[in-house]
């Protein structure tokens, strides 16, 4: 396939419409799929993701899809909505404007849709709907539609011109979709369908053969019983005219095809001397643990005859040799002990043994439980929403066996205090009493901390090294400690503290991952605005190719995902609120630069650079996801508003008719915006 391979995944939660309920899964629909579909390990897709907008948007952005691709392309399109028909029985999506009294020219149809299929010159088409086509529902249930409408009545066959297409649908049509498992759980997740989808591709499950790849046909044939057993009212359907087998995902379920033991030593493994099946026993045991699986599986399977079969002596030999390459994980237990909800804590799953068994996949049993594999384990994280205990399992299946692992702990509100430490009593009169003994200490999970991420390491060099270039060109521009400041060296002397301080964070374990890349970003988006000597842009070069290697590091990380979501809290507000103060301080100060001489004006457009971009990079901190990052992108804002404060205040003139209210204004704007910041940092933290 040299043709490209692109997914557009359309999510409509929210609605203008009171008659249209809302939705919670779409967002985490279109997020997790999203996630999986770009994750390279898994798939090759170029993902774009819709998300809340009106229907002339949504029909746009499938029409530029479809009419932009090229014979070879594989394109993939996932609808999670609401399915509603007219009174003729035309199907359509919701969009956000929808009005059910006005589908035509509110809703997308799914006629329209049709048509770009049919005349798209992609041979390879697949269209996923996660969106309802029955009325009723029962407690417990969102339903994403009215009335019966068949989503594959309104995708027919034909037409295509020999082109493949497949339709895969989440229910058929008198059933409904069902959103998670109860209607006032106000945390978003995944439809059943959607969430099915996901895990199918993510562990690879889907590969029902096990040769590495996940077809389509495979795909639904997971997505079916998978389904089915989630909920045994919901049953998926499909509508798959395609030429050949469209491979939308690898997988890591390769089968190991066992390679034929040597013919002598076959031989010897059947000799009728015991003594020579003894020495057989000892070269399989040799090639058990080879690298080559291929070999060690059937040395294996040599093995296992030899212990069913032959005497017992010669059985027990065998079975000793072919235990030491089962399947076995370090611990079987891992206990998270005390999670504060909210955090995604991490834990590791390692795998011991020859690499036989080690070539193993991990299925785990809650969708709460996220399993990452790795060579010699995998990396499992938490995802959940609920107060109160969790116990889970994880299934490590290779060709030599399987090993269950419980994941167990408990969901708090908030850590919980430490308990006082107990002095030890006086030894009084009499025989001392025999120390108790002391309890086998449980085998807790440990949150691994990330691994030295080198684009983490040069971000962190470049930071210094813009911090220690400020150094000797601060002091270059004056002669002496009263030109230092006269000279305005002094202004420097903020971004040298601020970039030092990213530097570090992004060196120290606990803020590598989010905070130091998050106040890195912040600070080189302002401290990035040509200003002051020239001799700046070497900083300003620093600190940008800086916050791109963070940038990288963070996207390297699978662990999170940045994201936007919406402003919450009393500090979001109040950041807003200093920002724009600070913003508005600017924006007079240019304004009194221009009253004050034309010839300034050039000095005022800096002013007003400064207060365009603090004022998005003040947006973008309380909106970013995980709150985290955002608040450490808005530390970083804030420290970078700070230096350009400062560089603007030596900038103006020194005359009586220019008052400086405006400065002043942004300067304590700023400076309120990095105390709501500290309380922000505490909140998340806590």
């Not at 059933?175 to 562990?203: K, N």
């Not at 370090?330 to 804590?345: A, H, N, Y």
């Not at 991990?362 to 995998?378: C, I, K, N, P």
């Not at 985290?628 to 560089?647: K, P, S, Y």
Request: charged content about 20%; overall charge negative; aromatic content about 6%.
């Amino acid at each position: 396939m040299t043709g490209e391979r692109r997914a557009l995944i359309i999510a409509n939660g929210e609605y203008d419409n009171p008659g249209l309920s809302a939705l919670r899964s779409p967002a985490a629909d279109a997020e997790a799929l999203a996630e999986v579909l770009a994750d390279r390990a898994v798939s090759e897709f170029d993902v774009q993701v819709v998300r809340d907008e009106t229907a002339h948007v949504i029909a746009g952005r499938v029409e530029d899809l479809f009419a932009d691709s090229a014979p070879d392309d594989v394109l993939l399109v996932h609808f999670s909505c609401h399915g509603l028909k007219s009174e003729s029985g035309e199907l359509f999506f919701a969009a956000r404007n929808t009005r059910p009294e006005r589908l035509a020219s509110t809703a997308v149809p799914a006629d329209f849709v049709q048509r770009c299929m049919r005349m798209s010159r992609s041979r390879s088409i697949v269209l996923l709907l996660d969106c309802c086509y029955g009325g009723a529902f029962s407690q417990g249930v969102a339903v994403r539609a009215t009335g019966e409408a068949n989503v594959l009545d309104a995708f027919p066959g034909g037409g295509f011109g020999g082109r493949g297409r497949a339709v895969i649908t989440a229910s058929n049509s008198i059933e409904y979709a069902f959103e998670g498992d109860q209607l006032a759980d106000d945390h978003a997740r995944p439809s059943v369908f959607t969430s099915a989808l996901v895990d199918g591709l993510r562990t690879g499950d889907a590969d029902r053969d096990e040769d590495g790849w996940i077809a389509l046909g495979e795909l639904y044939d997971y997505l079916f019983d998978s389904v089915r057993e989630r909920n045994p009212n919901q049953t998926p359907s499909r509508d798959i005219e395609m030429q050949g087998e469209l491979y939308l995902a690898r997988s890591r379920r390769r089968r190991i095809k066992p390679s034929p033991v040597p013919a002598d030593l076959r031989a010897a493994s059947e000799d009728p001397n015991m003594f020579t099946r003894l020495g057989a026993v000892t070269e399989l045991q040799r090639r058990l643990t080879s690298e080559n699986l291929s070999v060690a599986i059937g040395a294996h399977e040599v093995l296992t005859t030899m212990a069913q079969t032959d005497i017992q002596h010669i059985a027990e030999a065998a079975d000793l040799a072919r235990r030491e390459a089962r399947v076995r994980a370090e611990s079987e237990v891992v206990r998270f002990g005390e999670v504060v909800l909210g955090t995604r804590p991490v834990a590791r799953v390692r795998l011991g043994g020859p690499p036989i068994a080690r070539a193993c996949h991990f299925a785990s049993s809650h969708s709460w439980l996220r399993v990452t594999e790795d060579g010699d384990g995998a990396e499992i994280s938490l995802e959940l929403a609920e107060l109160g205990a969790f116990d889970g399992r994880i299934t490590v299946t290779g060709p030599t066996g399987e090993v269950v692992v419980r994941v167990e702990g408990q969901v708090v509100a908030e850590p919980a205090p430490k308990p006082p430490s107990r002095s030890r009593p006086e030894p009084g009169p009499g025989p001392p009493p025999e120390p108790a003994p002391e309890p086998a200490p449980p085998v807790e999970a440990v949150a691994v901390s990330p691994k030295s991420e080198p684009f983490a390491v040069a971000a962190s060099l470049l930071a210094f090294a813009a911090a220690v270039y400020l150094v000797p060109i601060s002091f270059a521009l004056s002669h002496s400690m009263e030109d230092f400041f006269e000279d305005g060296g002094w202004t420097v002397v903020p971004l040298v503290f601020f970039a030092t301080a990213a530097g570090i964070a992004m060196l120290l374990p606990n803020t590598r991952r989010m905070a130091g890349p998050g106040a890195l970003c912040g600070l080189a988006l302002l401290s990035a605005i040509p200003s002051g000597p020239a001799l700046l842009v070497l900083t300003s070069g620093c600190l940008l190719a800086g916050a791109v290697c963070a940038l990288i590091a963070v996207r390297r990380d699978r662990s999170f995902r940045l994201g936007l979501g919406k402003p919450s809290g009393l500090l979001a507000v109040a950041a807003l609120v200093a920002g724009a103060g600070c913003a508005a301080g600017l924006v007079a100060e240019a304004i009194e630069l221009i009253d004050y001489s034309s010839s300034r004006a050039d000095e005022a457009a800096i002013y007003l650079v400064v207060a365009v971009v603090l004022l998005i990079g003040t947006l973008l901190g309380v909106l970013l996801r995980p709150a985290a990052f955002g608040v450490a992108f808005l530390g970083g804002v804030a420290g970078g508003g700070i230096v350009m404060v400062c560089v603007l205040s030596y900038a103006m003139p020194s005359s009586s008719s220019v008052t400086g209210a405006g400065w002043w204004i942004a300067l304590g704007a700023v400076l309120a915006l990095a105390v709501v910041t500290g309380f922000a940092a505490r909140e998340v933290k806590s």
